[in-house]
């Protein structure tokens, strides 16, 4: 079993429509959580982070669901723009690996007009 | 103006020859990683420093050696070891200090051999 696990999708919807991805994730010491967001052949950038009492900024609602092993990342009123793919990451730290981030494989966003 | 930069942004070489992809970072971060992702996968850690002069490996070390002599750079070599060296290569770093764990990545090398 994948250390972190997301739906591969693709998601395609039209502009304007919420669309939520899912991210488990099986080590239950992991501390840190965030989503990433990654263009078509460019690097990962950071979205945001994931807090326990759920965070939003903008269009972008994360939550955090610790007992379920479980973060989400929720996108209101979606644009053509959010087209992407959104990795979901965690971090727990271990003494050898110094915070190493942990990725999932990515969920694919298409936005359509 | 503050970031990570790696060079060059695409990379092609014949299979047995050692290649060596460059990263520099003026953001003053102590720690610095290398990733390599394959389509359809995700990152995955190759090697890692949290100060100068040490470094760590991670989960695919094999065929892969690194250096740390500046706080600044962590220049990668691909070595012809290497089984399917192939992949986008992404540096990054972060300040080892403040308790914040995310990590800043830079644009990346497409390494093509054949």
């Known amino acids: 079993r994948k250390e972190v696990e997301q739906d591969p999708g693709p998601f395609n919807v039209p502009e304007g429509a919420t669309v939520a991805f899912n991210c488990t994730y099986s080590n239950s010491a992991s501390q840190s959580f965030f989503w990433y967001r990654q263009d078509c052949r460019k690097e990962p950038k950071l979205l945001m982070s994931?807090?326990?009492s759920g965070n939003e900024d903008g269009r972008f609602t994360a939550q955090l669901n610790r007992a379920s092993q479980y973060i989400s990342l929720l996108i209101r009123d979606s644009k053509l723009s959010d087209s992407a793919t959104y990795l979901c990451v965690v971090i727990h730290l271990r003494d050898n690996q110094g915070g190493k981030l942990i990725f999932g494989q990515g969920t694919e966003l298409s936005v359509k007009p | 103006d503050g970031g990570i930069t790696q060079s060059p942004k695409y990379l092609f070489r014949k299979e047995g020859q050692n290649v060596t992809l460059s990263c520099e970072q003026n953001l003053n971060h102590d720690a610095m990683y290398w990733y390599r992702q394959d389509p359809g996968q995700g990152l995955r850690l190759i090697y890692y420093s949290q100060i100068v002069n040490d470094f760590q490996k991670g989960d695919i070390a094999e065929g892969y050696s690194v250096s740390r002599e500046k706080k600044e750079s962590f220049p990668l070599t691909v070595t012809s070891a290497q089984k399917n060296p192939t992949a986008f290569y992404l540096c990054?770093?972060?300040?080892?200090?403040?308790?914040?764990?995310?990590?800043?990545f830079g644009p990346g090398t497409r390494l093509t051999v054949t």
């Open positions: 990054a770093s972060r300040p080892e200090t403040g308790g914040t764990y995310e990590q800043y």
């Open positions: 994931v807090y326990s």
